[in-house]
């Protein structure tokens, strides 16, 4: 099992940038592969970002390639995400997620059994 806890959260003004790190305790993180998702007001979860165990392959939603980062630290069990030229559609509550699948990123939420209790990222126009 993994324990999930996401921080880094905040209100931030169109055009800055957010790092959210995603702590694993339990089950060393490198035993996972990893990923970020998101809901926005009056929206279904959607996929933003995943990486797989040892940080060789990532995958991006459109929307945001170029823009946000995933990278993972197994030493210290944390993943993250690093988000620039933020605009308000990101605004959402950002949710980091554990699967088994480890040899190439996952994009969907049924792929993942573990979850965090996510964090809130508020982007002022």
């Known amino acids: 099992q993994v324990q999930l806890v996401e921080s880094g959260g905040g209100l931030v003004q169109a055009g800055g940038s957010l790092r959210l790190p995603c702590a694993a305790s339990?089950?060393?993180?490198?035993?996972?592969?990893m990923g970020w998702f998101r809901q926005g007001p009056g929206k279904e979860r959607e996929f933003v970002a995943a990486?797989?165990?040892?940080?060789?392959?990532?995958i991006y939603v459109d929307s945001v390639k170029g823009r946000f980062t995933i990278s993972r630290d197994n030493a210290k069990n944390t993943v993250y995400l690093q988000m620039n030229s933020l605009k308000p559609e990101d605004t959402a509550i950002y949710y980091c997620a554990a699967t088994s699948f480890r040899l190439a990123p996952r994009t969907k939420p049924n792929e993942y059994g573990h979850w965090g209790q996510g964090t809130q990222v508020t982007v002022s126009s």
């Open positions: 339990g089950r060393t993180s490198s035993s996972y592969g």
């Open positions: 990486i797989n165990w040892n940080g060789g392959r990532t």
